[in-house]
């Protein structure tokens, strides 16, 4: 596709934009404050031995380690925040890649986007670490923006007239739990299930909500998250909201095309958008799966 190879990767690259980063001896709560007072996802590790950076700690990682610690009797032991626990004392190096999800993949760049797309779907990574001609981390460069920068430029990409039928995009088994379940509950099948994200359904079986992996950081380390994670599903999903209704659940039907899907992704700037054909559940689509198609 000649505007992804005419593309660098250094064009979608925001230089004004600061690059948060932390070191090996970092706490778990400098990590998780980092991600949530930044509202991002990841953060790349430097390692002082090499003077180099080898790692990346997201979402994914504290989301593993918080399931394997805390466990199933952490309120019945008496604690209310991370900070209250006495095992949640990891480093940035215990945390590293705990998921085994997010390696750290670089390219120069000055590559070819499409190269970077291509890596990624190799890798199935989320983000590359970008560098300069000397070797040393300038940026990163995420599927989101990469997503974003195909929705602007559409009618290059004969696939994006493309229905999600035609192609079953994202025709898979949706990976669901109960919304009377508890949100650690619901986080430890993301974990068990290495996923990003898991469907919530209603009494019936339908469809009616989503929860991240990002929804982890969304209280605040000292702020009763660690209790809260233990609320059934509607009530954690609604603990920032000024009212008791879920935040819808964002679909995509069988009939969209590949470019409605893409500015839908845009629009809401999410990470997954389930299919549906009325109330069956058909799949979800995910960045990855996006990707996949260029």
Do not use: W
């Not at 505007?3 to 990767?9: A, E, G, S, Y």
């Not at 898979?172 to 898991?198: C, D, M, W």
């Not at 839908?264 to 995910?286: A, M, N, P, W």
Request: charged fraction near 25%; aromatic fraction near 8%.
């Amino acid at each position: 596709m000649p505007l992804l190879v005419d593309t660098k990767v250094s064009d979608l690259l925001n230089s004004d934009a600061p690059i948060h980063t932390v070191g090996k001896k970092e706490s778990v709560k400098k990590i998780y404050n980092i991600l949530t007072e930044q509202k991002i996802l990841s953060v790349p590790v430097y390692d002082n031995k090499s003077g180099k950076y080898k790692t990346f700690i997201d979402i994914l990682d504290l989301l593993v380690y918080s399931v394997e610690v805390i466990g199933d009797d952490a309120i019945a032991a008496g604690y209310e925040t991370f900070s209250s626990h006495e095992k949640f004392v990891a480093s940035c190096a215990e945390l590293a890649d705990r998921s085994h999800r997010n390696p750290f993949i670089g390219i120069d760049e000055n590559s070819p986007l499409e190269l970077a797309i291509e890596r990624m779907n190799k890798n199935k990574v989320h983000r590359l670490a970008t560098l300069n001609s000397a070797g040393e981390l300038c940026d990163l460069i995420s599927q989101s923006e990469i997503v974003r920068f195909l929705s602007s430029h559409l009618d290059e990409f004969p696939v994006s007239t493309k229905t999600v039928e035609e192609l079953s995009l994202g025709y898979r088994e949706v990976i669901s739990v109960p919304l009377n379940k508890t949100a650690f509950y619901a986080f430890e099948q993301i974990v068990k299930h290495k996923i990003s994200g898991i469907g919530i359904t209603n009494d019936d079986g339908l469809l009616i909500g989503n929860l991240s992996a990002s929804d982890l950081k969304k209280f605040g380390y000292d702020n009763y998250l660690l209790s809260n994670m233990f609320l059934p599903l509607h009530k954690f999903l609604v603990l920032d909201k000024d009212n008791e209704m879920l935040p819808p659940i964002l679909t995509v039907k069988p009939s969209n095309t590949v470019g409605e899907v893409i500015q839908e992704f845009c629009k809401h700037r999410v990470h997954r958008l389930y299919v549906l054909d009325g109330s069956e559940q058909k799949g979800v689509i995910t960045l990855g799966d996006i990707l996949s198609l260029f």
